[in-house]
């Protein structure tokens, strides 16, 4: 639900690869919500799922994918605050090792501290790979498809990817998380962006619920922080 489409996918081998999946922006991004993050953990863990799925079998071909799994989780918990047990605290910073290494650098949290981050990265990770099951066995016979075309045709471009995945079965929208169960969330809605400040910025209609902060950093980035709302009318000037 919040990742970018795939724009290239291919059999052919590159470099080390034997092959890849290219995947385009469609838009500038300054910042990625937690939904974002945790839906490419889930597309991270999908080649490794597939392989279980499929051949019940796993190889060493997924490390790659495991690893980058693995370092958003670690990141989303001790840099980004997405942690309920842990809180809104960075618990690294820049320099920070996340293992001692020959007794020689310290953390700067408790042993009790790195077991709660362990852990609370191994139910990230096991959780994206639970979503990455679902999601291939509610549709494998798209997965099917797309393997039967790659067997022809060695590469699949956005076009014909878009017409393979058309009858796909998105996952669940998740449910709303809480930082703390005694902060819960508002039922009052984002402030709402006036039309003809989204038309002026070229917005596409899939983009008109962007989030008010991120809007006006598309705005910035694009030069056009001098636009002012008239909050009366609407209207911008």
Same mark, same amino acid.
């Given at each position: ?10 059999i052919?081998?590159r470099?080390?690869a ?5 995947v385009m ?5 300054y ?7 945790l839906d490419? %953990? ?10 279980e799925i499929?051949?019940?079998?796993p190889?060493?071909?997924a ?6 799994a693995?370092?958003i989780?670690r990141? %989303?918990?001790?840099?980004?605050g997405f942690?309920?047990?842990l ?10 090792q996340?293992?001692v290494m020959?007794?020689?650098?310290p953390?700067?949290y408790?042993d009790?501290t790195?077991e ?5 990265v191994l ?7 639970t979503e ?9 016979e798209i997965l099917?498809e797309?393997?039967?075309?790659l067997l022809?045709k060695e590469?699949l471009n956005?076009?014909e990817?878009a017409?393979?995945?058309a ?7 998740r449910?709303v998380?809480l930082?703390n ?11 709402e ?6 038309r002026?910025?070229? %917005?596409k209609?899939e983009?008109?619920?962007i989030?008010p902060?991120l809007f006006m950093w598309?705005?910035?980035?694009a030069g056009?922080?001098d636009?002012?709302?008239?909050n ?6």
């Amino acid at each position: 639900n919040n990742t970018d489409p795939v724009t290239k996918v291919t059999i052919l081998p590159r470099g080390r690869a034997l092959g890849y999946t290219a995947v385009m922006p469609t838009s500038d991004r300054y910042s990625q919500s937690r939904n974002q993050l945790l839906d490419q %953990m889930a597309y991270a863990m999908g080649g490794r799922t597939a392989e279980e799925i499929v051949f019940h079998d796993p190889t060493t071909g997924a490390s790659n994918d495991i690893e980058k799994a693995t370092n958003i989780a670690r990141t %989303m918990v001790i840099e980004y605050g997405f942690s309920d047990k842990l809180g809104a605290i960075k618990w690294g910073s820049d320099d920070d090792q996340t293992t001692v290494m020959d007794g020689l650098q310290p953390r700067k949290y408790s042993d009790r501290t790195a077991e709660v981050i362990d852990d609370e990265v191994l139910k990230l990770v096991e959780t994206a790979h639970t979503e990455a099951w679902t999601i291939i066995n509610d549709n494998r016979e798209i997965l099917d498809e797309l393997v039967r075309q790659l067997l022809v045709k060695e590469t699949l471009n956005e076009k014909e990817l878009a017409a393979i995945f058309a009858p796909i079965k998105k996952a669940p929208v998740r449910p709303v998380w809480l930082s703390n169960d005694r902060r819960p969330d508002s039922d009052k809605p984002p402030v709402e962006i006036p039309e003809s400040l989204k038309r002026s910025v070229g %917005m596409k209609p899939e983009e008109m619920t962007i989030r008010p902060d991120l809007f006006m950093w598309f705005l910035t980035y694009a030069g056009r922080a001098d636009v002012v709302v008239d909050n009366d009318k609407g209207e911008m000037r």
